[in-house]
């Protein structure tokens, strides 16, 4: 017997009896060398091929072959063909110098069996599997006859679901059969809805309160309003104890029913069984293949929860969500859980809530129930958990890039993909540096969800991290322009304004912001930054700590340390060693959140309290094995640190040298606190300034000083004028020298005159003056 196989990989698969790539089903065009060599690396992942082994597997008989060109050729024909590129790979990794490496998951279908063409024929059986195979064509083509037809929807095309019109009396089934609609069609790669957020915004528009039911009326006014395709108005009724569920398809343009179903359920505790049913029936209908319905068709009790009172609260929760937002949604999600602990998405949705507040651990709790529930979501709520888990979780910015990318590439229209679009804009490209990546993926998810307000934030931070504020500002504009607006909005533009010096615009934004029921706090947060940055100190502590104040009353005790680890390591950079090490375990009081324990650390280490700071990063290192920013970020720095202070300056250089992540990239400390940008080019400047490396220091300074959109207000933007004059005078260069002292003096015009860099800086400043 010779066993044959089928690869499985993302959306394709590779069939090795046929020689055929396909997606969705749909068999994709690829040549016979490149069609070997994807099948080559595949059957070896995730193992290195090297070329030579592919030489010897394909072109060993061609001895007139230019090889290296044919390979690398036939490698980006791969590449074409599966959407791939070398520089972000999905699919195929190239190892210089050595080969291929396949580095997606693949999963092996069960292997059929052939018959060996060496054994003896058996005839009546041979005719048997003849005459069965002619049955089975006649089926075949009878079912292609059926499902071919001229498609009803395109995939460009986009969906509006009505409210259920529930005339059976029971409340349980209001809402609750809307959102189990959209769960079952969002599994669907062909179709697209309209996201939640857009279809609150345009009822908001349409002068609607957020808990107006969509009528059909309603809905039909939304399709027009988002240029969509078509609306989709279900219906369910009682017939004894029996329950019909009707959906019908109506074209937005002509009012042509484009479907119309219907299917039965003979009690209550059917209905989500039948609700299953008549979504995949509506996909084959309207013009999606029948591989995909089968391979993305988890029934809907599967994917969220057999209790309709759970999926009930769920349903109001998902809706608030979209509406009003996550601190009002958040009873919900957790009275969803209640009702069922094991409701998975329940518990991401948490997760999530959580993250986007600033509470970590909590985050990492729910996110983590819902990782251990995931066999009872559908394929592309996986995705969801899959990142959330390794964003909010185990800190694997790596992992979570890959989960996101393939994710993007599986259910490339589907509503919910916006999310993965928004992590990838506002996490993974990030943390990595990949500005102009997170640029085009926040343009994608605006394109989803145009209404979904802080994708306009992401795209906005990520031009500023480019120094690109102008088209920063416009991305905030065209929110506003569609009358979006949201507290981060405020700094966002404040932000800008600092680095455009238009302190008049900084006024006015934080002035818009103070009273705000949330955001102010961490207005208050930025203010105190920019206080510090200019060295007035005194009045960037009681802006922290009127933030740190309001954040522990709304029982945010995460985001409270986080402000009050800001303030202490402002004053370790400043040189008030005791009130850094007094802040720095007044914060640890509040948390232990990684952000919080590593900017502890380090205020710590560089007030000389070594003892301390290598106990944190010890539990920084013990709690968080797999955390990208803390193997190759925050443990790097803090150990430098710690040899700074045994004076082993070149060990401290050594630490800081680049790694997989690139020091140009933005920390998760400085998502929701606003510390930790460029520190290893700070740290690195002042150890070669203490090893007496002037020319390298002086060129450290100035890697900081040639990003202010990543540096923006933090103390360090300031300081580095400084330390640039030291590096300049410890390399000889006293003119060059003078001019950055007197740029820093510049910005500490109206400075706290006690501060003890303050201090040092007038009497080195004053010296080279006087020997000039």
């Not at 499902?147 to 349980?172: Q, S």
């Not at 089968?294 to 969500?321: C, G, M, N």
């Not at 800081?656 to 933005?666: A, H, K, R, Y």
Request: aromatic share 10%; glycine share 6%; net charge negative.
């Amino acid at each position: 017997m010779v066993e044959m196989k089928c690869h499985r990989f993302g959306p394709f698969d590779l069939d090795a009896e046929a020689g055929e790539l396909r997606k969705f089903g749909i068999r994709i065009k690829i040549q016979r060398q490149p069609f070997q060599i994807l099948l080559t690396l595949v059957k070896k992942a995730p193992l290195l091929v090297s070329r030579e082994d592919l030489r010897q597997a394909i072109w060993a008989s061609d001895t007139y072959v230019d090889f290296d060109h044919s390979l690398n050729a036939a490698v980006n024909k791969v590449r074409q063909a599966l959407g791939d590129a070398s520089d972000s790979p999905r699919y195929i990794e190239t190892v210089p110098g050595q080969g291929y490496r396949f580095v997606a998951p693949v999963e092996q279908p069960p292997a059929e069996k052939i018959e060996n063409a060496s054994a003896p024929i058996d005839w009546p059986k041979r005719r048997n599997a003849i005459l069965f195979a002619a049955a089975s064509a006649a089926i075949l083509i009878a079912v292609y006859l059926s499902f071919h037809r001229a498609p009803k929807l395109t995939d460009k095309d986009t969906i509006v679901l009505a409210d259920f019109v529930n005339t059976t009396g029971d409340p349980v089934f209001d809402g609750t059969l809307r959102r189990g609609l959209a769960i079952q069609l969002e599994q669907s790669p062909f179709l697209s809805l309209i996201p939640e957020e857009r279809v609150q915004r345009a009822l908001h528009l349409m002068g609607q309160p957020a808990d107006a039911r969509i009528t059909p009326e309603l809905a039909r006014e939304v399709c027009e309003r988002t240029s969509s395709a078509a609306v989709l108005e279900g219906t369910i009724s009682s017939l004894g104890s029996q329950y019909v569920l009707g959906l019908r398809a109506k074209s937005c343009r002509t009012g042509d029913i484009l479907d119309d179903e219907q299917v039965q359920a003979s009690k209550k505790e059917d209905v989500l069984r039948a609700l299953t049913q008549i979504a995949s029936k509506f996909r084959t209908r309207i013009g999606e293949s029948l591989i995909s319905v089968q391979r993305y068709d988890t029934p809907l009790a599967e994917a969220t929860t057999p209790s309709l009172e759970a999926l009930k609260t769920y349903s109001t929760a998902y809706r608030i969500l979209s509406s009003t937002g996550s601190t009002a949604a958040l009873p919900y999600f957790d009275r969803a859980i209640q009702i069922d602990p094991k409701f998975a998405m329940a518990h991401a949705f948490l997760g999530r809530i959580y993250a986007d507040v600033g509470d970590s651990v909590r985050s990492a709790r729910e996110t983590r129930s819902a990782r251990t529930l995931r066999d009872r979501v559908s394929e592309h709520e996986k995705f969801f958990i899959d990142a959330s888990y390794d964003l909010q979780v185990t800190g694997n910015f790596e992992k979570a890039q890959q989960t996101c990318e393939l994710w993007t590439q599986v259910f490339p229209r589907a509503a919910g993909t916006s999310t993965a679009h928004g992590f990838l804009t506002g996490f993974t490209y990030p943390v990595f540096a990949k500005y102009e990546k997170a640029v085009e993926e926040g343009k994608k998810w605006i394109d989803a969800d145009p209404d979904f307000a802080i994708a306009y934030v992401g795209l906005s931070y990520n031009y500023q991290s480019l120094d690109r504020f102008d088209e920063a500002a416009d991305s905030i504009k065209r929110a506003t322009d569609r009358k979006l607006e949201i507290p981060e909005f405020f700094v966002q533009r404040y932000d800008l304004a600092f680095l455009k010096g238009d302190r008049r615009e900084m006024e006015r934004q934080a002035a818009l912001a103070h009273g705000m029921p949330s955001g102010e706090d961490w207005t208050l947060d930025h203010e105190a930054y920019v206080a510090a940055y200019f060295g007035q100190l005194e009045k960037a502590r009681k802006l922290a700590r009127r933030a740190a104040d309001l954040a522990q009353k709304s029982s945010q005790l995460e985001r409270a340390a986080l402000y009050q680890t800001g303030e202490a390591l402002w004053e370790a950079f400043l040189g008030n060693v005791p009130e850094a090490k007094r802040g720095a375990r007044e914060a640890l009081k509040l948390s232990k959140a990684r952000d919080v324990e590593f900017g502890a650390a380090f205020a710590l280490a560089y007030s000389g309290d070594s003892p301390l700071a290598e106990t944190l990063a010890t539990d920084l290192e013990t709690r968080f094995p797999e955390d990208t920013a803390v193997r190759f970020t925050y443990l790097p720095e803090l150990r430098a640190l710690l040899a700074r202070n045994q004076h082993d300056f070149e060990k401290a250089i050594d630490l800081l040298q680049p790694g997989p992540v690139d020091e140009l990239g933005s920390p998760p400390s400085t998502f929701f606190a606003f510390f930790g940008g460029l520190y290893p080019a700070y740290l690195r400047g002042e150890a070669r300034l203490l090893a007496h490396q002037g020319v390298e220091g002086a060129a450290e300074f100035e890697k900081i000083l040639n990003h202010p959109g990543i540096v923006v207000s933090q103390p360090i933007g300031a300081l580095a004028h400084l330390q640039l004059a030291r590096a300049l005078q410890s390399s000889g260069d006293n003119a060059k020298a003078r001019s950055a002292y007197e740029a820093f003096l510049t910005l500490w015009k109206d400075a706290d005159h006690d501060i003890p860099i303050f201090i040092q800086a007038r009497g080195e400043y004053a010296k080279l003056y006087s020997g000039r």
